[in-house]
């Protein structure tokens, strides 16, 4: 897994974990993780897939933007 250019420690996994499991997303996070994804090479399939998890989750409400 790829590390995200804002928080160099932490992978696409675990900061998608972070954000489902508290069930907020920071608009920088939404930022990264849209940046991410918009990378089409430079990012797996898998953290692809977890990255859209996050976008769905967004859509049915299960998540909130914060600031």
Do not use: C, W
């Amino acid at each position: 897994m790829r590390t995200s250019p804002n928080k160099s420690n932490l992978t696409i996994s675990q900061i998608v974990e972070r954000i489902v499991s508290s069930g907020k997303l920071a608009r920088r996070e939404h930022l990264m993780l849209t940046s991410a994804i918009l990378s089409d090479d430079k990012i797996s399939e898998e953290e692809r897939d977890q990255i859209n998890r996050v976008f769905d989750y967004i859509q049915i409400g299960r998540l909130k933007f914060v600031d």
